[in-house]
């Protein structure tokens, strides 16, 4: 009996230590892609103009190459209506980590300039390449607990919930990120003190601002750079300060624009919403990989596109295995981007070091026990897919990723809390590595049970 028992405890504890390793090894293996870029980058190797160059690359035809394979192959009408709770569980899981970064303020209070900017910092997550590139790696096992269609199924997943994310990135976000009137005012009226948007023409990390978004300085207007919607709601009582709308005498005529009537049909309140919704940036949405999640979309709902294309006798197949190969580049190039933008290392930052630590703790460490609760609570419910790992662990991945590396394009878009916005993305990334790893042991154990 006592020799059974050894034997049964001594299986346990294999069987423990081949589950982390299985867990941890994954994250081993982008570490090791990263710093690959790192070193690259470190000793100049490669000029960092080619990182932006692989960037674009990425963001213009890698990415949106798998996007469309993968998600277009498994896509149908039945899954685009099972799959609703992953767009969902984005918006909760940003909801919460706003609230998460509500309290941030509230406990370590940053300086008031900097109240919206821990918000968003803490409340939106990395929903795109570093999910895909943990789903690739844990799929590149043979032993991996998701089964032969893993990779596919995952990519499909994280695909599906990417065109919320960008929603709210170029809507909310965006808003969110816009210098606080304020802070702004105040140093418009030193002479000789340098406005903090214009530090972004000096801040060393062209990586963070490129990785997510090629060309977003060729995307700033006139209003980026500004708290347009302060100016816009400051004074409920006057219409004079706003853009666009034209006080009108005399008469509607039947040449008047359907816009002009609008205008000055519209209670004051509704014009000024008007005003700030018709500055938002919402053709910003419509990017390479947004455009290959929709595209992807149609042709899986419908069969006899989805035959056409990417069928095995399908007459165009021979480009979508062309696609296929292009997007095998994706997972390294992201690492190794990743790993150019770390070399630059953390920027000055005046947000606290209390701060830092809040949004991190927030972020990494508290908001994935939110997930494990909301999700297991969905599970029990029935409101997700059973039998599907894959499917549950991309939606705890949504819960664990650092900040999205996007924000920091729209700090520099905005011109506002970029330096900042370096250093907290350096340091999570840096972190998060532990804390990713704890939590995929954790959610790798949990799947065994849900």
């Known amino acids: 009996m006592a020799e059974i028992g050894r034997l049964l405890y001594e299986t346990q504890l294999k069987s423990q230590r081949d589950g982390v390793l299985s867990a941890i090894i994954p994250l081993l293996k982008l570490l090791s892609l990263t710093m690959i870029g790192l070193l690259l980058s470190r000793f100049q190797m490669i000029p960092r103009a080619t990182f932006k160059l692989l960037s674009k690359l990425v963001f213009a035809l890698f990415l949106p190459c798998l996007i469309f394979t993968d998600l277009g192959q498994s896509m149908t009408l039945q899954n685009f209506i099972q799959w609703w709770f992953i767009p969902v569980n984005v918006v909760v899981s940003t909801l919460i980590g706003c609230m998460l970064g509500y309290l941030v303020v509230l406990i370590c209070r940053p300086p008031p300039e900097f109240n919206r900017f821990t918000i968003i910092m803490t409340g939106f997550g990395n929903t795109g390449n570093l999910p895909l590139a943990i789903v690739s790696s844990v799929c590149h096992s043979s032993d991996n607990p998701f089964g032969s269609d893993c990779h596919r199924k995952g990519v499909a997943y994280v695909s599906f919930a990417q065109w919320v994310a960008v929603i709210l990135v170029y809507t909310l976000?965006?808003?969110m990120m816009e210098p606080p009137l304020e802070y702004y005012e105040i140093v418009q009226e030193g002479n000789e003190i340098q406005e903090e948007r214009s530090l972004n023409d000096d801040v060393s990390a062209p990586l963070l601002v490129e990785a997510e978004w090629p060309g977003v300085?060729?995307?700033?207007?006139?209003?980026?750079?500004?708290?347009?919607?302060?100016r816009v709601f400051n004074s409920l009582s006057s219409l004079s300060s706003l853009p666009d709308i034209e006080a009108r005498e005399g008469p509607i005529t039947r040449d008047d624009t359907p816009m002009s009537v609008r205008c000055f049909a519209?209670?004051?309140?509704v014009r000024k919403i008007r005003v700030v919704a018709e500055q938002t940036p919402i053709q910003h949405i419509l990017q390479p990989p947004t455009i290959a999640s929709l595209l992807a979309i149609i042709v899986g709902i419908v069969p006899h596109l989805k035959d056409f294309i990417f069928g095995i006798d399908g007459p165009v197949s021979f480009i979508t295995d062309s696609l296929e190969i292009l997007a095998g580049a994706t997972i390294p190039a992201v690492m190794l981007i990743l790993g150019g933008m770390l070399s630059e290392g953390p920027s000055d930052s005046t947000l606290?070091?209390?701060t830092t630590i809040g949004i991190i703790v927030a972020r990494l460490l508290v908001l994935p026990l939110f997930g494990i609760c909301i999700l297991t609570l969905a599970n029990n419910l029935s409101l997700i897919i059973s039998g599907d790992p894959m499917f549950l662990f991309v939606l705890f991945l949504q819960y664990s990723t650092p900040s999205a590396i996007l924000l920091g394009a729209i700090a520099s878009l905005r011109g506002y809390g970029v330096r900042e916005a370096s250093a907290?993305?350096?340091?999570?990334?840096?972190?998060?590595?532990?804390?990713l790893s704890l939590y995929i042991v954790i959610y790798f154990k949990l799947l065994s049970y849900i």
Do not use: M
């Open 266 to 269: 519209a209670p004051r309140v």
């Open 217 to 230: 300085e060729d995307k700033a207007t006139e209003l980026c750079k500004t708290p347009f919607i302060a």
């Open 173 to 175: 976000v965006y808003h």
């Open 424 to 435: 907290l993305l350096f340091w999570q990334h840096i972190l998060a590595l532990g804390s």
């Open 352 to 354: 606290g070091l209390r």
